[in-house]
Structures are given as C-alpha cells and as structure tokens.
C-alpha cells in the first residue's frame, strides 16, 4: 500500500477502458471492481467511481463496514 493518489489520479479508476473501480475513505483508496454495486459505473444511481466518498457515507444505509471485504491499494493525498 505504498500508493498515494492525487483526487486527480483517483478519477482515472473509474472502470472505463479497462481501469480497475477505485474510490476513497477516510484516506484511503479502496478497490472495489469486484463488487456487482459498481459494474456500470455508478452506484445506486448515486455515486461515481474514481472519487473520494468520506462525506457521502453519512447518508448510507451500510456505513464503513463494507470496506472490510475490498483490499486497500494506497492512500489519498491530502
């Protein structure tokens, strides 16, 4: 976990063209390509991936404990 993204390179891992489903809590950079949720791109018709969700996680039905089940690959610039 020796990454660090920029916001600006988080955006590119948005699953287009081939790139991995990326998006960011609480600092850090979560892959979530595995998860049906985010095939297509958005999730729930509410969030983009390639983007940091800290603040939109209040409005969750599940909270912080479905980050558990991704790997980490790096960390967010601040």
Do not use: C
């Not at 791109?41 to 969030?47: D, F, I, K, P, S």
């Not at 558990?68 to 690959?73: A, I, M, T």
Request: charged letters at 25%; a positive charge; proline letters at 6%.
């Amino acid at each position: 976990m020796d990454k660090t993204f920029t916001e600006q390179e988080l955006k590119k891992y948005d699953g287009s063209r081939k790139m991995p489903v990326y998006i960011a809590y609480n600092g850090l950079v979560y892959d979530v390509t595995s998860s049906p949720h985010w095939r297509g791109g958005m999730h729930r018709n509410l969030h983009f991936p390639g983007q940091d969700l800290t603040h939109e996680l209040a409005n969750s039905p599940h909270g912080d404990r479905v980050f558990r089940k991704f790997p980490v690959v790096g960390r967010l610039a601040k």
